[in-house]
């Protein structure tokens, strides 16, 4: 199947201020030659330490910010130069649901309003009649009642304003929807709930995701592939139940073994990493997990900087010593 979305060789440097007396910059590199697909359909997590590119790349592939070299394509149309005139009839097939369903939503417009104006921006609506009607059909999509429509956010609890924010991505008809820890916010009960409504609407309307978290456990659940990124690169792509069972990039073995299992008996060593993320202002040679990686070679890893190779079908590894 043709992807959906696919990028290439994806790249964003910010530029930062060396000090408060010096105008010179350096260049952040938050996301450095990533290549990615999503299929109609599919869903791709996203995982990896905070700092690492995660939320900069889900902002790329939508082009909420600009990229700083590769390519971006949409149901097979390259869209990485698209002036924003030429962006505004995709911007509604693409949507973004946040981490923060307080931040997200303005506490000063009813339900109706907030949701309204996606329609409206789109114009999807005909009328207010309409308008209402299409409101009152989504929110029952996402569990909520119409009449929950005439309040304001604050009458609301993080479910259900997640639930809302949801509602209104949907407003618009999205094929692909980039999800940016859209539970890790809320309470620990509320979060397969809302879980699980982005899967029943997955199977509905045939949606495809890009899910960013930091919690695998969630990612495995909601995932049918998995990416993992380690200080702006791709460190190992595979379906979700390889990168489970069989993972074989040192990181994603060190993420993997310090989530909790239910059996106690199958429970992975726990690989414990040294040190901190190092900062994407000066990533390390070669490698760049060489550093922390348990196994790293001298001579190899702090040399040569590994590529993102396929090592068995559809699971792609970037460490040099990955059988
Ligand atoms: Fe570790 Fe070397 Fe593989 Fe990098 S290339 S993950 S340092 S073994
Ligand atoms: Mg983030």
């Known amino acids: 199947?043709?992807?959906?979305?696919?990028?290439?060789?994806?790249?964003?440097?910010?530029?930062?201020?060396?000090?408060?007396?010096?105008?010179?910059?350096?260049?952040?590199?938050?996301?450095?030659?990533?290549d990615l697909e999503v299929a109609p359909g599919e869903t791709l997590g996203l995982v990896g330490e905070s700092g690492c590119g995660k939320s900069t790349l889900g902002r790329l592939v939508l082009?909420?910010?600009?990229?700083?070299?590769?390519?971006?394509?949409?149901?097979?149309?390259?869209?990485?130069?698209?002036?924003?005139?030429?962006?505004?009839?995709?911007?509604?097939?693409?949507?973004?649901?946040?981490?923060?369903?307080?931040?997200?939503?303005?506490?000063?417009?009813?339900?109706?309003?907030?949701?309204?104006?996606?329609?409206r921006v789109h114009g999807l609506a005909r009328g207010v009649y309409e308008e209402r009607e299409r409101i009152a059909q989504?929110?029952?999509?996402?569990?909520?009642?119409?009449?929950?429509?005439?309040?304001?956010?604050?009458?609301?609890?993080?479910?259900?304003?997640?639930?809302?924010v949801i509602a209104r991505a949907l407003a618009v008809d999205p094929r692909f929807v980039v999800a940016d820890e859209p539970v890790s916010a809320l309470d620990v009960s509320i979060q397969a709930q809302i879980v699980n409504l982005l899967k029943d609407l997955q199977d509905e309307l045939g949606l495809s995701y890009l899910f960013v978290a930091h919690d695998l456990a969630v990612v495995r659940w909601m995932s049918h592939r998995v990416a993992v990124m380690y200080l702006g690169r791709i460190v190992e792509v595979a379906s979700s139940d390889a990168i489970w069972e069989t993972p074989k990039h040192p990181y994603t073995k060190?993420?993997?073994?310090?989530?909790?299992?239910?059996?106690?008996?199958?429970?992975?060593?726990?690989?414990?990493?040294?040190?901190?993320?190092?900062?994407?202002?000066?990533?390390?040679?070669?490698?760049?997990?060489?550093?922390?990686?348990?196994?790293?070679?001298?001579?190899?890893?702090?040399?040569?900087?590994?590529?993102l190779e396929e090592k068995r079908s559809g699971h792609r590894v970037a460490c040099h010593l990955a059988e």
């Open 1 to 34: 199947r043709a992807p959906l979305i696919a990028v290439e060789r994806l790249t964003k440097h910010f530029a930062q201020r060396r000090g408060l007396f010096d105008r010179t910059s350096r260049a952040v590199r938050a996301v450095d030659g990533v």
């Open 63 to 119: 082009r909420l910010i600009e990229p700083t070299s590769g390519h971006i394509r949409f149901e097979g149309r390259e869209i990485t130069t698209l002036s924003r005139e030429q962006m505004r009839p995709l911007r509604r097939r693409m949507q973004i649901v946040f981490q923060d369903p307080y931040g997200a939503l303005d506490p000063r417009l009813t339900i109706q309003s907030a949701i309204g104006e996606a329609l």
């Open 138 to 164: 989504l929110l029952e999509k996402v569990g909520l009642r119409a009449d929950h429509m005439r309040r304001y956010p604050h009458e609301f609890s993080g479910g259900q304003r997640q639930r809302i």
């Open 254 to 307: 060190a993420l993997l073994s310090a989530v909790p299992t239910p059996d106690p008996g199958s429970r992975r060593a726990r690989i414990v990493l040294e040190g901190d993320v190092p900062s994407p202002l000066a990533p390390p040679s070669g490698c760049r997990f060489h550093p922390r990686c348990p196994i790293a070679k001298k001579g190899l890893c702090d040399v040569r900087d590994p590529a």
